[in-house]
Structures are given as structure tokens and as C-alpha cells.
């Protein structure tokens, strides 16, 4: 099993990066939280890994962080729900937000997110609520805010990038975060 990659970023596009790794490329699917904070062409990267096995095919997914990769798996144990869509909703909301929306089970959240409506988002809730672990305050308005960008016209990465360098202080309405991730994402 591949459970990590370490190499030399060859390429990244929209939803995938290509690991040189010992002369041989490894291509990676990968969530827009991902995608937001690989480095340039040619530098150093590591991805935590998924290997997917499938009876045509093999597909490697890469997470930069190790939660991304947890709740990656998590969700793959949700009955209907298959990598696509795990990787779509790491794409539409951070991992604290997930969390923290199955933890609550807030399924308007999840219906948020592209491609998963009121079946999906409560089976979600329905097999994940207790195997996620306590739901801390922080992030938790991250799903909110990402919605409100990818309403906007950001793509997930871009907006995924700009909530990641927020300072996490849970006292801050989201109207505010929303107002300086709109600065960050459009310096004027």
C-alpha cells in the first residue's frame, strides 16, 4: 500500500498533482484544500496517500495533511458514497467545518457542498455522527464562509487558500471573515 508520496511537484492541475518520486511520476487526485497549498513546479511536496483498488483500475489520492486523509477515509465508509464525491466534499468545506457539521448534524451544511443533496447528506450524519469525535468551535463557520466565496465566483482552491490563512479566533462573526477573505483574495 502507498501510503505516502515524497518527491519533486512535476505538474498540478486542476484536481491532481504529479509526483516525481525516484524518477517514476505518480499522479495524485487531490482536494482543492490540497491543491491550495502545494508549492511550486519543481519543488519539494509530500501527500499523505489513499490507494484506491478497483477491478480496471488504481487511483492514488494525495492530501497534504494527515486529517484531510482521516476524514478521506471516514467518509468512504459511508454507504453510497465513493472517492468522487469524499474528494468533492474535502473540496467544498475544510476539515474543521466537516467535522463539525456531521458532529451537529447540520445536513443543510452538507447539501451545500456540490453534488451531495438531503439522501447523501443524511446518510453521512446518519454513519459518520459517531465516529467523528468531539466538535470543537473552531472552523466551524469555515463551511459557511466557502459556500459564501464559491457563491462568489472563487473556485474551491482559491477560496480554500484564503480561509486557511485566517486567524483562527472563534469570536470573529463570519460576516468579518467573509469581508477579510475577500481582501485576501482581492488586494486592492
Known amino acids: 500500500m502507498i501510503v505516502s508520496l515524497r518527491g519533486t511537484l512535476e505538474v498540478a492541475g486542476q ?5 516525481d518520486v525516484g524518477g517514476v511520476g505518480l499522479r495524485a487526485l487531490v482536494p482543492a484544500s490540497t491543491a491550495a497549498r502545494l508549492p511550486a513546479a519543481g519543488e519539494q511536496v509530500k501527500l499523505f496517500t489513499f ?3 478497483q477491478e480496471d483500475a488504481l487511483t492514488l ?3 497534504a495533511t494527515a486529517p484531510e486523509l482521516q476524514l478521506f477515509e471516514l467518509l468512504l465508509a459511508v454507504r453510497g458514497l465513493g472517492p468522487s464525491k469524499a474528494l468533492a466534499l474535502l473540496s467544498g468545506s475544510s476539515v ?8 451537529r448534524e447540520n445536513v443543510n451544511a452538507l447539501r451545500r457542498i456540490p453534488g451531495v443533496g438531503a439522501k447523501l447528506a443524511a446518510q453521512i450524519v446518519l454513519d459518520l455522527k459517531d465516529k467523528i469525535g468531539p466538535v470543537t468551535g ?4 469555515d463551511g ?3 459556500a459564501w466565496l464559491t457563491t462568489m465566483g472563487f473556485a474551491p482552491a482559491e477560496a480554500q487558500g484564503a480561509v486557511a490563512k485566517l486567524p483562527r479566533d ?5 460576516e468579518e471573515r467573509l469581508r ?4 485576501i483574495l482581492r488586494p486592492e
Open 180 to 183: 477579510q477573505a475577500l481582501q
Open 61 to 63: 489520492y494525495g492530501f
Open 170 to 174: 472563534g469570536s470573529v462573526p463570519v
Open 15 to 19: 484536481g491532481f498533482a504529479v509526483v
Open 51 to 53: 490507494l484506491h483498488v
Open 138 to 141: 473552531a472552523g466551524a463557520d
Open 96 to 103: 474543521d467545518a466537516l467535522r463539525g457539521d456531521i458532529g
Open 144 to 146: 459557511e464562509l466557502l
